[in-house]
Nanobody, 123 residues
Framework: QMHLVQSGGGLVQSGGSLRLSCVAS????????VSWFRQVPGKERVQVSC????????YYADSVEGRFTTSRDDAKNTAYLQMSSLRPDGTAVYYC????????????????WGRGTKVTVSS
């Protein structure tokens, strides 16, 4: 089991930027792919990005492509989500999640989750 601790988030104006961090405890962080999901009330969690364990390949949802960047520092057991040009539709609770091996799309395939951090984008 991997414990994930999130930080970052908060309130930002439309067009602004935020960076989320996700620190993992446990062994072999470099063998886990890390995804970021977001969720709004009444909706399922939706993946916005993933960075793979093998070669740090990055994947993005179309809705955030070109505006969000995910990265990882395996020496620090940490993954990041840099969010730029934020829009009001980016308001959500953001979760990091880790899965052994390659990136997966569905939230149900992830067993290791952070507690979530709220991001609010004002217009």
């Amino acid at each position: 089991q991997m414990h994930l601790v999130q930080s970052g988030g908060g309130l930002v104006q439309s067009g602004g930027s935020l960076r989320l961090s996700c620190v993992a405890s446990g062994r072999a962080f470099d063998t886990y792919s890390v995804s970021w999901f977001r969720q709004v009330p009444g909706k399922e969690r939706v993946q916005v990005s993933c960075i793979s364990s093998s070669d740090a390949t990055e994947y993005y949802a179309d809705s955030v492509e070109g505006r969000f960047t995910t990265s990882r520092d395996d020496a620090k057991n940490t993954a990041y989500l840099q969010m730029s040009s934020l829009r009001p539709d980016g308001t959500a609770v953001y979760y990091c999640a880790a899965v052994y091996g390659l990136c997966l799309i569905n939230a149900r395939d992830y067993k290791n989750w952070g507690r979530g951090t709220k991001v609010t984008v004002s217009s």
